[in-house]
């Protein structure tokens, strides 16, 4: 159902978005009116005092009055419980287009776009909430250019009256559509893309590389999510770093403003300060964190680039653009994300010019590079592994979760010799690209288009389904011949969508979009390991999962999945958990292989 419109303004409500605070409001009024009616019966025979009349009088009125304030909001329930067409009719969107930001409406024709002077004005407006939130001096050069290739959030956006329940409601109907065809398939179609000999010889190596690694990727994070994965415990093993004078450690980590963080990554390292090269807290939009380490039990050399944690990361993340990397390593389109790319370049400029990597290869020249990340750290650090693997052949890079919008297809290729991934369950991050956010909008739109439910119906089946489980709900989410006429309340009201006719909607294509040249397809870094939750969908209220390992192709991530873990999957300290219990089992299973094979890819 398209927002309201009301004192000249759009509203990020619909009409069919009052039935739970109608319903709230009810059970109030209905408590205060019962209240009093109660007490004016039980005391009306003592009224009859001074002003008695008065008070009587007050009380009788108040107690019409709240009945017909309850008649009414039951009245608005009852309409706003039924679908979107029958809502209240408003306006007409067919002849009206809504500025952003909540201006006013104006009269267009119809199937006309938004014009470019509206575009550009939203596109300055929320570009300046943006700086001086995120760089705090609009002057910053930097933030400039970052918030100026943004534009990934109007991409994504345009041509679209949704209001965030109707978003809710259409995640809700796509997981159970997306749960029922995987529920269809039988097993040999739902693993795809099976990995070769090669690779599942080395999957047991690489399962126990990502779980020694993940610690130092952990560990540039900081104290945060120190004191998050331990919170009873983590301030009192930290607590006497943040205030102690350590002059001549930081000199010897060449560190920068780092109080409470050294304390926190000596802990979940679990080295010594000396192990330390450097460890770099500046953060800025394109210049991410990032430490030196000497790993003497791999005999390796490790550079961690910590993931997103600030305004300023989410700018770098949101920079979303394809850019032209100038390197030697003959691969023709070498093409990746704008924002990780500078962020990469940054630490490259800072290990080599600063000589960083010289002076660690002086101290340990037997040893091999290994740069590692989480995140937008795993997209830098992938990037960063293929910048020096000219200087560096022997480069390895361990990606936790990077963002699947990162390489040109050359470069994936390219990737696969050094470069590994790990994913946890449904984690939409490195599911996310802009070819994917056209994808799901587009598939929000066909499956609400399509529902004749109402809303409050699907948001209260669906909150029950995500926690607790259950069977997929059966609600028609797809017309059978794909004609209009057979849509008689859709959830869209004024079926808004299907009257504009919306390049992002189609009621017979079901592949993924094209993305515009300024965005081309970009794929995740190196070869993948996928931690797959075994049986049903993880619900929250569930005991600990349990998850099998496997070698995976990119095209399995090339659609967002929607489940109740697919934000919680992409955390640092769960994919730890889950490294844990998935390289406990695999080698329990090891030791114990009379259930089968040695080489098989599932605990």
Request: charged residues 15%; negative net charge.
């Amino acid at each position: 159902m398209p927002g309201m419109v009301l004192f000249g303004r759009r509203w990020a409500i619909a009409s069919d978005d009052l039935v739970f605070p109608g319903f709230f409001e009810l059970s109030l009024r209905v408590v205060w009116w019962i209240g009093i009616l109660t007490l004016y019966l039980m005391h009306r025979g003592k009224l009859d005092c001074a002003g008695g009349v008065l008070l009587s009088s007050y009380l009788i009125v108040l107690i019409v009055l709240l009945a017909v304030i309850i008649c009414t909001v039951s009245a608005i329930v009852c309409v706003s419980m039924k679908a979107g067409s029958s809502s209240f009719p408003l306006w007409s969107p067919s002849s009206l287009c809504l500025t952003p930001l909540g201006g006013k409406w104006l009269p267009i024709p119809p199937l006309a776009p938004i014009t470019w002077t509206v575009m550009s004005r939203a596109s300055y407006s929320v570009a300046s909430r943006q700086q001086l939130l995120a760089c705090g001096k609009p002057e910053s050069s930097s933030c400039a250019v970052a918030l100026g290739t943004t534009t990934i959030l109007e991409l994504l956006f345009r041509d679209t009256d949704l209001v965030p329940s109707d978003i809710a409601a259409g995640l809700t109907l796509l997981h159970q559509q997306q749960d029922n065809i995987r529920n269809s398939q039988e097993p040999d179609e739902v693993i795809s893309h099976s990995p070769g000999p090669p690779q599942e010889a080395d999957l047991d190596a690489e399962l126990a590389n990502c779980h020694h690694y993940m610690q130092f990727a952990a560990a540039a994070y900081g104290w945060p999510l120190y004191i998050y994965r331990n919170p009873f415990t983590g301030l009192c093993k930290i607590g006497g770093d943040c205030c102690r004078n350590r002059t001549t450690e930081y000199d010897l980590v060449g560190g920068d403003q780092l109080h409470c963080h050294f304390g926190s990554i000596l802990h979940t390292t679990g080295l010594q300060y000396r192990d330390f090269i450097h460890i770099s807290f500046h953060d800025k939009v394109y210049e991410l964190p990032f430490l030196v380490a000497l790993d003497h039990r791999k005999e390796s050399v490790v550079v961690a680039v910590r993931g997103t944690m600030s305004l300023q990361d989410i700018l770098t993340d949101l920079s979303a653009e394809s850019e032209t990397l100038s390197l030697e390593c003959g691969v023709q389109d070498c093409s990746a994300h704008k924002g990780i790319s500078q962020a990469a370049r940054y630490v490259y400029q800072r290990l080599v010019n600063d000589g960083i990597l010289s002076q660690a290869f002086s101290i340990a020249p037997e040893y091999q590079l290994v740069v590692v990340g989480h995140s937008l750290g795993a997209g830098a650090a992938a990037v960063l592994a293929i910048m020096l693997r000219n200087s560096y052949p022997q480069v390895r890079c361990y990606a936790f979760s990077p963002p699947r919008g990162l390489l040109s297809k050359s470069l994936y290729e390219y990737s696969k010799n050094f470069i590994v991934s790990l994913v946890l369950g449904k984690d939409v991050i490195p599911r996310l690209s802009v070819t994917n956010l056209e994808d799901l909008k587009k598939r929000i739109l066909r499956v609400i288009a399509h529902c004749n439910k109402p809303k409050y119906k699907i948001l209260l089946h669906g909150c029950w389904y995500e926690l607790f489980g259950g069977s997929p709900d059966n609600s028609p989410t797809e017309l059978d011949g794909g004609t209009q006429g057979d849509l008689t309340q859709p959830l869209l009201g004024e079926q808004s969508l299907l009257t504009h006719g919306s390049p992002t909607y189609s009621f017979s294509s079901d592949s993924p979009l094209e993305s515009p040249t300024k965005y081309p397809p970009l794929y995740p870094p190196g070869r993948i390991i996928h931690l797959e939750e075994e049986g049903t969908s993880g619900r929250f209220c569930r005991a600990a999962a349990q998850y099998c390992a496997r070698w995976s192709h990119e095209s399995q991530f090339s659609k967002i999945l929607i489940g109740p873990k697919m934000l919680t999957d992409h955390m640092p300290d769960v994919l730890m958990k889950a490294l844990d219990s998935v390289v406990a089992d695999r080698a329990a299973f090891l030791l114990c292989p009379a259930g089968g094979s040695l080489n098989v890819d599932v605990v």
